[in-house]
């Protein structure tokens, strides 16, 4: 009896290391695959804060006025920009964000958003790698997008 209970525990230890050894290169592969993912995943190259300017007889501190602040990345040969738009003073009055970029035909400024509180703008703006040297953010302020405009922030 007792030959025979040695032999079934070393049955049970040999299925189990046997079980063990299968299992082990699923799991090694299942640990690499996120690894894998975030080494492919582009780096996030940050920007702001640009400010607009202020009305008058608003308060001037940088508390109250308009901002906005972002990132771009580069992935699959393409330049990806992403922001944030952020109007504090509470005026009801829209701020509203520009981009403009340079390339081998000159300057191209847009006009891409306004808010009242906060926006969030994802892929606002796409350019092939190679294709653009120059990339700035303004923010504005008030009962257009014309109106109390800060200056040219460099984002790339």
Known sequence: MRNLRSIIVGSALAGALAAGALA??????????????????????????????????????????????????????????????????????????????????????KYFGKTKGHGDFNKFAKFKSGKFDDFDIRVCEGDNRFEDCGGWGDAF
């Open 24 to 109: 082990a290169p699923a799991a090694n592969a299942a640990a690499a695959a996120p690894a894998a993912a975030s080494a492919s995943a582009p780096t996030k190259h940050f920007f702001g804060n640009f400010y607009s300017k202020y009305h008058s007889g608003e308060d001037k501190g940088f508390g109250f006025r308009s901002y906005f602040k972002g990132y771009w990345y580069k992935k699959d040969g393409y330049y990806w920009f992403y922001g944030d738009l952020f109007d504090r003073d509470r005026d009801n009055e829209y701020s509203y964000v520009w981009y403009r970029y340079h390339d081998s035909s000159g300057f191209h400024t």
